[in-house]
């Protein structure tokens, strides 16, 4: 099935010699020489298309001359390919429901692929969660996994009221709820002693993860995705750290609601593409939230 993407404009020239296509969803322009076949073309997919629809209603076009054009169009990113039933679906394992935690469970338990969401996390709902988290006053008390699983009724939520402290828990969990996707949102005994233990699960029973650093004070870090057993992997051992030990971290703030928003934003995102066959976004790249800049920069 052939179709434009999302968010496109085509236009043309006031005297018919170009044609210039806009990619609104990433600020693109593509201009090209005029044909009355290739608006034609556009216009037929404007809706979702079989190959031989298209060749139907170009009689006049050769088969050679169709694909050559389609595959050249899908290049550029003005149409899209979907095969039939080539979506996967999900059942995710959610390791944390605080202030990053409870933000993508909101983003990603509205996505389509989903099947099933497993949510593990032992804390209730306090007062100071509430500007910060995606909770609510008449929360507070309330274990935040069961909160979170009564706000969604579409999606099959399951919920564990406990830390993980080694790779065995997590792995005996993935396995009973047969997850294919865990993300990481928790930071107890440590962020990154739960990052060593998700990436190990994922290695082994070979299922991709995303690994969610946190935040220091108001900067939050860019969430990392990554395929099991892949040359770019997760790495624990971090050149800065290796090399300086830390003297002094100043962290007085909390994480504003919106920068919790925008990560989860970026993980359902990773998710939604993943899902889809195509490269996730930020893939093989860290980075944080641009305090000053208000803006998401690579390191």
Known sequence: MYQIK?????????????????????GYKVEMKYSESL?????????????DEILKKLPRISK??????????????????????NRKRLSILLLGCGTIGSHIYSQVSKLENIDKIILIDPDKVEDDNIERQDF???DVGKYKVDVLKNRCTSKNVCVHKKYIKN???????????NCNFIIGAADIPSSREISEIICEVGNSLNIPYIINHGYVSNVVMLPEFYYPNCEYAFKTNRIFSDRFNQQVLTARKKLEY?????????????????AEGYEPIYYKKRGFFNDELFRWEER
Do not use: H
């Open 6 to 26: 999302d968010s496109i404009g085509i236009f043309t020239s006031k005297d018919n010699s170009i044609i210039r296509v806009e990619k609104f969803y990433s």
């Open 136 to 138: 609510y006053k008449d």
């Open 258 to 274: 919106s920068k919790a928003t925008n990560l989860a934003l970026i993980v359902s995102k990773q998710i939604e593409l993943y």
């Open 167 to 177: 790779i065995y828990q997590l792995k005996e969990i993935c396995i009973k709820n």
């Open 64 to 85: 050679r001359k169709i694909n050559s054009t389609l595959n050249e169009l899908t290049k550029l990113g003005i149409i899209e390919r979907e095969e039939k039933n």
């Open 39 to 51: 608006i034609k073309l556009f216009k037929i997919l404007e809706n979702p298309v079989e190959e």
